[in-house]
């Protein structure tokens, strides 16, 4: 069954300085790979997702993430974090050659931004 | 443009109380449905999903149930609630894409706080 690791509960990174959320899946096959941003209270909101083809996959509000596969990786990053960014961020497989075919989420990794 | 709505967005029940929460979809057909629910530290737990009007799928057994009496409406129930029931209840869909629903975008609604006293 496809899975997802999101290793990291809690990050704490300074406004300004760079980004890396990590997450391993589990996956026989090449994955549908999403990421989702969740403010408080809020719904999920999604950031970019991954198909095929190029394996940096550039996203809202200044994310990108990298698929590799040797790895089984689909790492979230980017280069100038803003305070507005602090939330949970999720880490999501899809599960195929289903009908009833759905995202599979890791647990999430909360990013505080400090200034 | 399609949109979601679900309701109520807090409720505090107590134990062995009934439930229902309700979520429409507007702007699209024949959507997949789901509930996920969201416990601290637990990430986003698949609870129900839907493929078409009556078609409900499990994911978990456990003290809810999920119905779709119409295309757009997917409603979770309980009939008596338990303190484990606790959490936030988010509603969602994706788009129906020529025969398959892989890799389309899951869009979510705001979700529903559940406290059972």
């Known amino acids: 069954a496809q899975s997802v690791t999101q290793p990291d509960i809690h990050i704490t990174v300074s406004e300004g300085a760079s980004l890396e959320l990590r997450c391993n899946y589990s996956?026989?096959?090449?994955?549908?790979l999403f990421w989702y941003v969740q403010s408080p209270g809020q719904g999920l909101q999604l950031l970019l997702k991954?198909?095929?083809?190029?394996?940096l996959v550039q996203g809202i509000k200044g994310f990108e993430a990298e698929f590799k596969r040797s790895q089984s990786s689909f790492n979230l990053r980017k280069p100038s974090v803003h305070w507005s960014d602090a939330a949970e961020y999720f880490c999501?497989?899809?599960?195929?050659?289903?009908?009833?075919?759905?995202?599979?989420f890791g647990k999430g990794t909360t990013l505080s931004v400090s200034s | 443009s399609q949109t979601i709505h679900q309701w109520p967005a807090t409720l505090v029940q107590p134990v062995g109380s009934p439930l229902s929460l309700e979520c429409t979809v507007e702007?699209?057909?024949?959507?997949?449905l789901y509930w996920y629910r969201q416990a601290a530290g637990r990430g986003l737990q698949l609870l129900f999903y839907?493929?078409?009007?009556?078609?409900i799928s499990s994911e978990v057994p456990q003290n809810l149930s999920a119905s779709r009496p119409q295309d757009r409406q997917f409603i979770l129930s309980s009939k008596k609630l338990l303190l484990s029931d606790s959490g936030f209840y988010l509603c969602?869909?994706?788009?129906?894409?020529?025969?398959?629903?892989?890799?389309?975008?899951?869009?979510f609604g705001e979700g529903s706080w559940l406290t059972v006293v």
């Open positions: 969602a869909w994706r788009a129906y894409r020529t025969g398959i629903y892989s890799g389309n975008t899951i869009y």
């Open positions: 996956y026989g096959a090449t994955p549908y």
């Open positions: 991954y198909f095929s083809g190029d394996t």
């Open positions: 999501a497989v899809d599960r195929l050659n289903q009908a009833g075919t759905a995202l599979i």
């Open positions: 702007g699209t057909s024949n959507p997949n």
């Open positions: 839907s493929v078409g009007i009556g078609q």
